[in-house]
């Protein structure tokens, strides 16, 4: 297991930008496959970006396409979520997640979560 700690969410206005971190600790991090979901209130968990335990394979939601990039750096253990031209349907909890299987565009056998963090965009 990888512990995962989520930072960055906020309020924003949308058109604004915010960039997520999930920092990890525990096992090697460049072993996992790392993603981003999130939930808003009354809605169902969404797969919202994946991305390859080498970097070099992203996986994105197509509400998100253009406006999201996923990416790691394994010597900080850390994954980000730079999130641009924000709309008020983004609002939601970020989770960041971590596996072991190689499908980074496969939403399924995340293991270890983090615990959420809050982005709002106001309208």
């Known amino acids: 297991q990888v512990q995962l700690v989520e930072s960055g969410g906020g309020l924003v206005q949308a058109g604004g930008s915010l960039r997520l971190s999930c920092a990890a600790s525990?096992?090697?991090?460049?072993?996992?496959?790392m993603g981003w979901f999130r939930q808003a209130p009354g809605k169902q968990r969404e797969f919202v970006a994946g991305?390859?335990?080498?970097?070099?394979?992203?996986y994105y939601c197509d509400s998100v396409k253009g406006r999201f990039t996923i990416s790691r750096d394994n010597a900080k253990n850390t994954v980000y979520l730079q999130m641009n031209s924000l709309k008020p349907e983004d609002t939601a909890v970020y989770y960041c997640?971590?596996?072991?299987?190689?499908?980074?565009?496969?939403?399924?056998?995340?293991?270890?979560w983090g615990q959420g963090t809050q982005v709002t965009v106001s309208s």
């Open positions: 997640a971590a596996k072991n299987y190689n499908t980074y565009y496969d939403p399924t056998n995340f293991g270890s």
């Open positions: 991305i390859s335990w080498s970097g070099g394979g992203t």
């Open positions: 525990g096992r090697t991090f460049s072993s996992y496959v």
